[in-house]
């Protein structure tokens, strides 16, 4: 049988020891103390041959529910959409998936063209100048914003909305840790940011004010309200963003956002049990040399040739580490890639009927799940998802669910206190009315 890899052989460990000077492993970890030393056997099963190994771990992920076998009405963040098949064709191409760092420009044209054409795509969804080669996902995007409005602003202080995701507010707090930042929750009212609250805690302290759009529970802030707070204090105005939702939303950029971040899942990057995704992180001029992580320019070469290279990057992360405000330094090129060719596949028609599609099946599964006697929590305008309240544990009814082959929504109960036997709601483009009717009479079956 082929290895698809090297196996230690006997020989070969002799052979090591030998070339280090010692004898046995144990003389090799003679400096270390006996009574710090595991000593047994590890609690794992004894191993197995390839084949064997391989069967057991495809019967274990067959357990798994997945998206193409079940409708998924759960979204919080992550998305079931459409992804043009081309994605998996370009991506799988050797010189994507094996590229890392492209700092040698001439053999690396093509890798970083792609990424160049991911910013350009990124700054015209979001109406903003710059875009950056892309982040690790949209938590730590946001959090890297926080820490640049604190830098730039030279203040300590953090304003943000509790409609921004959960998880990213969790990021968000353990960036600010680090940076002896102070992180302000500001709370919400009918399941927007309460702008009234925002204003009270806004000051001549507060390095930057943000929230989502459309926010955690599906809902659009109102950009306008918070920009006025955020710049009537001379603080940072961030906005996290599904891009998705900015092919019909009036981009973050034309109320005067400082800085757009979000995560490029929704475009051509599946689900994959919570990532890797594709952070996006976009400013306006003059902060472009405060961005972190990569940023590919265009040029010309002495030919007049047009080529690409990494720029602006004589920045903390590279030069002057002890004085960052940020070590991200790398990005997520094959994810940044994978939304580029969906954004081309699609063009600006394509995503905008896309985004028509997600507002008009969301707020068809809405007035359906109304009709069958469930109450939906918050009014007003939506994208993507909508809370419902229900007369059980969502748990329990989402293992309902599951009987009749449907992924239920998230639980706001194990995030929000109040929103106890909440569901988070979210309908994509790729859900049938015959789904959307169904899902609706199962949960008003369990609403009885």
Do not use: W
Not at 197 to 223: C, K, M, R
Not at 427 to 432: A, D, G, I, N, P
Request: hydrophobic share 40%; with cysteine.
């Amino acid at each position: 049988m082929k290895h698809r890899y090297l196996p230690m052989t006997e020989t070969d460990k002799k052979e090591m020891l030998a070339a280090v000077g010692v004898q046995s492993i144990d003389e090799l970890f003679a400096d270390i103390p006996e009574k710090v030393r595991f000593q047994g056997l590890y609690d794992i099963k004894e191993a197995k041959a390839e084949p064997a190994l391989k069967k057991e771990l495809s019967a274990m992920a067959a357990k798994n529910m997945n998206a193409k076998q079940y409708a998924s009405f759960l979204g919080a963040g992550v998305y079931d959409h459409y992804t043009p098949s081309i994605v998996d064709h370009v991506i799988s191409r050797s010189e994507f998936y094996t590229a890392y760092t492209p700092y040698q420009p001439e053999i690396s044209q093509g890798e970083l063209q792609a990424i160049f054409e991911f910013q350009t795509m990124i700054c015209e969804l979001t109406g903003m100048d710059v875009a950056n080669s892309s982040m690790y996902d949209g938590g730590t995007a946001l959090a890297e914003a926080a820490m640049l409005s604190a830098g730039q602003t030279k203040r300590k202080k953090v304003l943000v909305s509790e409609t921004v995701h959960p998880e990213s507010r969790d990021v968000l707090c353990m960036y600010a840790k680090g940076q002896n930042i102070e992180v302000v929750v500001v709370p919400h009212k009918e399941g927007v940011t309460d702008i009234s609250q925002l204003n009270e805690l806004v000051d001549d302290d507060t390095a930057a004010v943000i929230v989502q759009y459309p926010n955690f529970f599906g809902a659009v802030e109102s950009l306008a309200e918070v920009e006025k707070a955020a710049h009537g204090k001379k603080a940072m105005f961030v906005v996290s963003s599904n891009p998705l939702a900015l092919g019909v939303l009036t981009p973050p950029g034309r109320f005067g956002a400082d800085i757009v971040v979000g995560d490029a899942q929704p475009f051509g990057i599946p689900a994959q049990f919570g990532g890797p995704h594709c952070g996006y992180f976009a400013v306006t001029k003059k902060l472009m040399r405060k961005v972190p992580g990569r940023l590919v320019g265009q040029t010309h070469d002495d030919e007049g040739q047009r080529g690409f290279v990494l720029t602006l990057q004589a920045r903390e992360q590279h030069i002057r580490r002890d004085k960052a405000t940020s070590n991200i330094c790398s990005n997520q090129a094959l994810n940044a890639l994978a939304a580029s060719v969906a954004m081309t596949a699609l063009g600006k028609k394509g995503v905008r009927e896309i985004a028509v599609q997600n507002l008009q099946k969301t707020s068809f599964a809405r007035e359906t799940l109304k009709q069958n006697g469930l109450d939906i929590v918050f009014d007003g305008p939506v994208f993507n998802e909508f809370v419902v309240r229900l007369s059980k544990p969502v748990k329990e009814v989402n293992n309902k669910l599951l009987e009749k082959g449907i992924i239920g929504g998230y639980d706001l109960g194990l995030s929000y206190s109040g929103l106890d036997h909440c569901m988070l709601v979210a309908v994509t483009e790729l859900r049938t009315k015959e789904e959307i009717e169904l899902f609706a009479k199962e949960l008003g079956d369990s609403h009885e």
